[in-house]
Nanobody, 124 residues
Framework: QVQLVESGGGLVQPGGSLRLSCAAS????????IGWARQAPGKEREGVSC????????YYADSVKGRFTISRDNAKNTVYLQMNSLKPEDTAVYYC?????????????????WGKGTLVTVSS
């Protein structure tokens, strides 16, 4: 059974940083891609970043390039999303997800399994 548990969300001021964690079970990071997506109130869910299995290629939405960094610790089966220079428009529920690959043609990287999400609020 696949389980993805996000943590690390919270309230942060504009310009601040947060690191989200995704603890995965039922999948292995050298075989599964892990993606992060977000959904703001009244908006569709959108892919933020994805890291592929094996070689660990990374992908980012244009809106977060240069500010967010995805990484993984295979030993801990955990993926991280380091978010810097946060803006109010980054406010959303952030979801961790897993699939066999990062489908960069899909709005949310074509993920198959989803966590329950963690709320990130960027506000002064």
């Amino acid at each position: 059974q696949v389980q993805l548990v996000e943590s690390g969300g919270g309230l942060v001021q504009p310009g601040g940083s947060l690191r989200l964690s995704c603890a995965a079970s039922g999948v292995t990071l050298d075989l599964h891609a892990i993606g992060w997506a977000r959904q703001a109130p009244g908006k569709e869910r959108e892919g933020v970043s994805c890291i592929s299995a094996s070689v660990g290629s990374t992908y980012y939405a244009d809106s977060v390039k240069g500010r967010f960094t995805i990484s993984r610790d295979n030993a801990k089966n955990t993926v991280y999303l380091q978010m810097n220079s946060l803006k109010p428009e980054d406010t959303a529920v952030y979801y961790c997800a897993a699939a066999w690959g990062c489908d960069t043609y899909s709005r949310d990287y074509g993920m198959d399994y989803w966590g329950k999400g963690t709320l990130v609020t960027v506000s002064s």
